[in-house]
T-cell receptor
Framework: AQTVTQSQPEMSVQEAETVTLSCTYD???????LFWYKQPPSRQMILVIR??????QNATENRFSVNFQKAAKSFSLKISDSQLGDAAMYFC??????????????FGTGTLLAVQP | DGGITQSPKYLFRKEGQNVTLSCEQN?????MYWYRQDPGQGLRLIYY???????QKGDIAEGYSVSREKKESFPLTVTSAQKNPTAFYLC????????????FGPGTRLTVT
């Protein structure tokens, strides 16, 4: 069974600085998708970024980018120019790439990010 | 506006009572999901449904039941058999043909005493 591990329960960053959140996963599949979701204090889950395993190029969305290392099964999230609104719980998630129960996501335990002014 | 609604935001029940959490979407999405969120454990899948009148158990279905009589609605019943029902419950949906991206509702905080 696939697992997702986020080893940093809490992180802190100064406003305007850069922070990297770690995520590792375990799978025997070669085709899959990875996601980062953000959950602010309102508890509304928001998709931050998505990566297809077959793509070598790392995904980017404005100030958010990932470092996808398929061989190492690592999927870290980099937030550049951190803003106060980035303070939230961040979840890494895995989705198998084919068939079966489509769109079932396996989530990590989350990293709580604090942004210091 | 299109979206997913969950009501109520906070729900209180006495131990031994069944309680039903509402989830409605007007996004015309085919698939719907229920997750449970506990501190330090991330989101865990309870049940999911890919089509009306069909649903499957997720990883922690014991003590829960669902129905999917309409495309728009996927209510979750927390039964008295659920040993630790106090948690935050999130409903999500996905449209046909997309991969992975789930649209989430605002959640319901259930407290059972």
């Amino acid at each position: 069974a696939q697992t997702v591990t986020q080893s940093q329960p809490e992180m802190s960053v100064q406003e305007a600085e850069t922070v990297t959140l770690s995520c590792t996963y375990d799978t025997s599949e070669s085709d899959y998708y990875l996601f980062w979701y953000k959950q602010p204090p309102s508890r509304q889950m928001i998709l931050v970024i998505r990566q297809e395993a077959y793509k070598q190029q790392n995904a980017t969305e404005n100030r958010f980018s990932v470092n996808f290392q398929k061989a190492a099964k690592s999927f870290s999230l980099k937030i550049s120019d951190s803003q106060l609104g980035d303070a939230a719980m961040y979840f890494c998630a895995y989705r198998r790439g084919y068939g079966g129960a489509t769109n079932k996501l396996i989530f990590g335990t989350g990293t709580l990010l604090a942004v210091q002014p | 506006d299109g979206g997913i609604t969950q009501s109520p935001k906070y729900l209180f029940r006495k131990e031994g009572q069944n309680v039903t959490l509402s989830c409605e979407q007007n996004l015309n999405h085919d698939a719907m999901y229920w997750y449970r969120q506990d501190p330090g454990q991330g989101l865990r899948l309870i049940y999911y449904s890919q089509i009306v009148n069909d649903f499957q158990k997720g990883d922690i279905a014991e003590g829960y039941s669902v129905s999917r009589e309409k495309k728009e609605s996927f209510p979750l019943t927390v039964t008295s058999a659920q040993k630790n029902p106090t948690a935050f419950y999130l409903c999500a949906s996905t449209p046909r043909g997309t991969v992975g991206r789930q649209y989430f509702g605002p959640g319901t905080r259930l407290t059972v005493t």
